[in-house]
């Protein structure tokens, strides 16, 4: 009996070295993903209404010019990349008090100013701004920018110009378990980034769980271990908006808690309720 002890003792032990995290050293890297100046026109962007590339106003050589209720429309990959900022320059002119000038975002939930010019910064000087962290354009496939206009009629401009977006790439968590390679056994799983089937994901986000559902986590009660399944990589999966770190500890683990015998060849436990039928004090 001491002897299974002390070998249990060992395995725990070996375990924990292995997951015990380690200092990451690689940090994320701002990397721009698309930029466009216009000067050569607005090829890639899909346009509406009266729009063409003019010399004048321009930051230099030409911009877009965008009358009335015109507009262009751009989708850009974000995929593999968080953090995702928009940088933009805009003018107009001749708008009168219910016209504006629009720079706007779509995440797949509509659409979103980032930036309006109005009646009195329409004298054809170049406006620009930056939205930083935009929410839900992280590792989106279908992320859109558009220059837009509301003018009344086609007198009233909108000229869009150098527009630029960037995003994180290479980010892993601040502690991220370093796996030692060993002869036998399954190959770990790489970490965030890493070249694996599936990665990176490409639904968007929207699945319903049957299994350990958040009710089942937060407030449940468990009798019997829970369906492999329940761990599957359900269909539509998105990549995570977020990185987090912290820490897990379990409460009155020796008490709760279902247990399912698979073997017990020496009868160690019976038939009652036994400390090893359940979790050891977990904190990590």
Not at 7 to 14: A, D, E, F, P, R
Not at 65 to 94: C, E, K, L, P, Q
Not at 272 to 282: I, M, V, Y
Request: proline share 7%; aromatic share 8%; with cysteine.
């Amino acid at each position: 009996m001491k002897k299974s002890f002390i070998g249990v003792c060992i395995g725990i032990l070996l375990i924990a070295s292995c997951l015990l995290p380690a200092r990451a050293g690689v940090q994320a890297q701002t990397a721009t993903i698309y930029t466009a100046n216009f000067n050569s026109g607005y090829s890639g962007w899909t346009s509406s209404g009266n729009v063409s590339s003019v010399a004048t106003p321009s930051i230099a050589p030409n911009s877009v010019r965008i009358r009335g209720t015109a507009s262009i429309t751009r989708t850009i990959s974000t995929v593999g990349y968080t953090d995702i900022s928009v940088t933009w320059n805009m003018a107009a002119s001749s708008l009168e008090s219910a016209d504006h000038c629009y720079v706007e975002v779509n995440t797949g939930s509509g659409w979103t100013a980032i930036g309006t010019l109005n009646d009195g910064q329409d004298n054809s000087s170049f406006f620009g701004g930056t939205a930083n962290n935009i929410a839900g354009a992280n590792q989106n496939a279908n992320f859109q920018v558009r220059y837009r206009g509301n003018g009344a009629t086609t007198g009233d401009y909108c000229y869009a110009e150098d527009i630029t977006v960037t995003g994180a790439s290479g980010a892993v968590p601040t502690n991220t378990p370093t796996f030692t390679p060993t002869p036998q056994g399954p190959t770990p799983t790489p970490p965030p980034g890493g070249s694996v089937p599936g990665d990176p994901l490409t639904g968007n986000g929207s699945v319903t769980r049957t299994l350990l559902t958040y009710n089942d986590l937060m407030t449940g009660s468990s009798s019997a271990p829970v369906d492999d399944s329940a761990f599957a990589l359900p269909a539509n999966a998105a990549m995570p908006d977020h990185v987090f770190e912290g820490r897990l500890e379990l409460t009155n683990e020796a008490t709760s808690g279902g247990f399912s015998e698979v073997k017990d060849t020496y009868r160690y436990t019976g038939s009652g309720d036994n400390p090893r039928k359940h979790l050891p004090e977990f904190s990590f």
